[in-house]
């Protein structure tokens, strides 16, 4: 999936249609689809017309690729992405970011839904992600030939650019966004942690859990790509208390948190 050529393959249709330079991709998580009403859309592809693209079969994922303007810039999204859950490689997860990053992006914003597991955070809040722990068993960069697309022993002392992150954090002060700061942990998922795995994640130094993220930031670091990513915590995964999962509170406390995220990339991207 990850030679050149279906790379270039795929950034040539959709060059011809319309997705020109963009200039910042944003991939968005679960239940933070909103951001694309303040897109002045200009294209917009479903993944499965796309070559050698993923389909995402998650059903709160829309699996779109959209270009537009947004504060003034182009952008391209990924409305729904692509989980190792789901079947697939790390390298067709990541496609997409080889795929924007050719089409021109110079800046990559990423989003999900997690789970808190730092308890001084709660269900509804934001986390700006500092650092991370990749327990997916896998690399999106583990395979042959990776050399001939940038460095295989890709640094990883900062993933996330600082530069970045700082001014997420001046725009959250700013607009009196209460923005945490805090280690992702990615998992493979689809199933929930255990009691005890929320307790390992606590011990190793996690602050939240999910199941996305890490494999594109990885590529974006092996792109040379700056990268800036925020958790929307949408449950507290406290072992001693645990609840049964429920997916609708999930979606809903994504919803609460979303404009504040609006805010924050929006904001982020005038500065760009």
Known sequence: MTSIKYIEEAVAYLKQRGFEKPEVGIILGTGL????????????????????????????????????ILEGKKVVLMQGRFHFYEGYSLRDVTFPVRVMHLLGIKH?????????????????????????????????????????????????????????????????????????????????????????????????????????????????????LPVSAVSILTDECDPDNLQPVNIEEIIAMAAKAEPDMITLFSELIKHL
């Open 33 to 68: 689809g909103k951001i694309i009403e303040n897109v002045e859309i200009e294209a917009e592809v479903s993944y499965n017309h796309i070559p050698n693209f993923p389909t995402a079969t998650v059903e709160f994922h829309k699996g779109k690729l959209v270009y537009g």
């Open 108 to 224: 990559l914003l990423v989003s999900n839904a997690s789970g808190a597991i730092n308890l001084n955070f709660k269900k509804g809040e934001i986390m700006l992600i500092d650092d991370h722990i990749n327990l997916q068993g896998d690399s999106p960069l583990a395979f042959r030939g990776v050399e001939k697309m940038g460095e295989r022993f890709v640094d990883m002392s900062a993933p996330y650019n600082t530069e970045m992150n700082h001014k997420m954090e001046q725009i959250a002060s700013e607009k009196n966004i209460k923005l945490h700061k805090g280690v992702y942990a990615s998992v493979v998922g689809p199933q929930l942690e255990t009691r005890a795995e929320y307790r390992y994640l606590k011990i190793i130094g996690a602050d939240a859990v999910g199941m996305s993220t890490v494999p594109e930031v990885i590529v974006a670091n092996h792109l040379g």
